[in-house]
């Protein structure tokens, strides 16, 4: 049985399996946009694998990193864009 | 900064099968290898976050064989040295810069969905279809939640069902591919029962998810940035279908931006080998969906050859072994290709106002306004390509619309994904004589 990790999202505390990766905590926590576009679209994940970029957000104060690829860890600060 | 020199004598680029394979064989053959991954965990795209027994086999048999696995490594540079014969690349991992030097590289990076554009695409619920299968197995919610599954490919039934079973309510799936071309794959494959292809066509029908061929979804609705419906259309029919989330792409494309970057030659499309995977650069191998889309055996094959291959004229044999069984794999990948090309009327979804490189958010009608145009002419008009992807999700969607070769759309630049500052300034700071070497050389 995997573990419940606590994790922030725009500073809300949110529960999350460990395994779970921050793009899906992301909408866990019911925030449904990860960045802005360049002309202001609010956009959410498209390719699941690290190649679209369209899920970054800022963790623990590093800005760009992809969602979808970064695991939670207990106490993480995850910022969205949007 | 926290540094890592690694030495082997071959590197493998890509944890998925065929990397894996590749990496077991080389070091089966005693080569000290190394497998670098991007991914947290080993198992590419097909096994992500899933303990299926055949890959922790494959992974166990790659551990017991003494690869040397970095994972959460994300090359982003690699280079051939002055002297040719070793090959230096470059990572970025948790911990900060590594280097791995090599006599020999096996590339097998796999392959990304195509995606195309079309009026709502950038609405929040339109993915991949792929991609959301991978989001879910990432522990995205989706228990409850309304999907359309649609594009082009066998991926497409298999990802409805894996929906199906995580609790999602799976409207229909939408193969663009007409029936009759299926049709003619499907009995091409009554003479090869080892494809269980059929049965996974049959897949969504057994959990109950109609599956139209010869339709598409031609446009995204919202409210408030997220999808709220979708219009289909087969034939001279069109409908609106309600759903939260459009899980939705158009075959693979092979992430070719480190061949490319290495000077290997490419050909239609694809990294061209020789019957050793070997590329047109001597000691640089390929292997997997860089070569050629052809599914999980073909890419399993594909590794061993390369791992053995790579492991000089000891290995050779064991690869000529195989060569049989991937000439029977590349004969059913040809006619799965053939039978879900893409039709020229996804060419006319996007229209003028559509976004179609979604970093830099480059509408169609500055596309079109440079039409023909290409690559380059693209990126110095409109900024696409210029984004945080790099053009990978836009680069291979124009060369279906405007008919530029895949490969000119590729940006084999280094770095091929942001690092951090810190990392980069390491890669001058490096000792290029102080290698840890790994592994006992057998």
């Known amino acids: 049985m ?13 529960r999350v399996l460990e395994g779970t990766t921050v793009a899906a905590a992301v909408a866990i926590a019911g925030q449904p946009f990860t960045r802005r576009s360049a002309t202001g679209e609010p956009r959410a994940p498209l390719c699941g694998m690290g190649i679209c970029f369209e899920c970054r957000v800022r963790i623990d104060g590093r800005a760009d990193a992809r969602s979808c690829q970064t695991l939670c860890r207990p106490g993480m600060e995850v910022r969205t864009d949007a | ?36 991954d991007d991914n947290p965990a080993l198992g590419g795209q097909i096994w992500r976050g899933k303990a299926n027994s055949q890959a922790t086999r494959w992974i166990d048999r790659a551990r017991q064989a003494g690869v040397q696995i970095v994972g959460g490594a994300q090359v982003f540079a690699v280079s051939a040295r002055e002297d040719r014969r070793t090959v230096l690349a470059q990572t970025e991992t948790p911990e900060g810069l590594c280097t791995v030097q090599c006599e020999r590289a096996i590339l097998a990076t796999g392959a990304r969905e195509r995606f ?20 879910v ?21 298999a990802v409805a069902a894996f929906l199906k079973t995580h609790g999602a309510d799976v409207q229909l799936v939408a193969e663009q591919a007409p029936w009759s071309r299926l049709v003619n794959f ?17 897949l969504p029908q057994l959990v109950g998810v109609p599956y139209h061929a010869g339709c598409h979804v031609t446009a995204a609705h919202g409210a408030r940035g997220a999808l709220t419906a979708v219009t289909v259309r087969q034939g001279e029919r069109t409908w609106q279908v309600d759903c939260d989330y459009l899980a939705c792409g158009f075959n693979l494309v092979p992430n070719l931006e480190l061949p490319v970057l ?8 694809f990294a061209a080998v020789n019957e050793w995977q070997e590329s047109s ?38 690869a000529r072994a195989l060569f049989a069984r991937r000439r029977d794999l590349h004969t059913y990948a040809t006619r799965l290709n053939h039978a879900f090309a893409l039709g020229d009327a996804l060419k006319t979804l996007a229209s003028a106002d559509t976004i179609v490189c979604r970093c830099e958010d480059a509408r169609r009608a500055q596309l079109d306004e440079i039409a023909p145009g290409s690559w380059r002419a693209a990126k110095l008009h409109t900024r696409c390509g210029m984004g945080a992807c790099q053009g990978r999700v836009c680069g291979p969607s124009l060369s ?10 590729v940006s084999a630049r280094p770095p091929l994904f942001p690092v951090r500052l810190e990392t980069l300034a390491a890669t001058g700071q490096q000792e290029p004589n102080q290698h840890e070497t790994t592994g006992e050389k057998r």
Request: hydrophobic share 45%.
């Open chain 2, 137 to 157: 197995k990432g522990g995205w919610p989706i228990a409850g939640k309304r999907v359309v599954v649609a594009g082009s490919g066998p991926l497409l039934p």
């Open chain 2, 400 to 409: 279906f619309l405007y008919g530029w070769p895949i490969e000119a759309t």
């Open chain 1, 2 to 14: 995997a573990e419940l990790i606590t994790l922030t999202v725009n500073g809300v505390a949110v």
């Open chain 2, 186 to 202: 499907g009995m091409g494959l009554a003479l090869r029962p080892a494809v269980a292809m059929q049965a996974l066509m049959l």
């Open chain 2, 281 to 318: 650069q001597p000691g640089v191998y390929c292997a997997g969906e860089l070569t050629g889309i052809g599914g999980l055996e073909r890419s399993l094959i594909e590794g061993q050859i390369a791992g053995y291959a790579a492991a000089g004229e000891s290995g050779r044999q064991r």
């Open chain 2, 116 to 135: 195309l554009p079309f009026p709502g695409w950038t609405l929040r619920g339109v993915t991949g279809a792929g991609g959301l299968q991978a989001l």
């Open chain 2, 1 to 36: 900064m926290h540094k890592q020199s690694l030495a082997c004598d071959v590197l493998v680029i890509g944890g998925g099968p065929a990397g894996i394979a590749a990496a077991c064989c080389a070091a089966e053959s005693a080569q000290r290898a190394i497998l670098l």
């Open chain 2, 262 to 269: 290495l000077g290997c030659a490419v050909q239609d499309g």
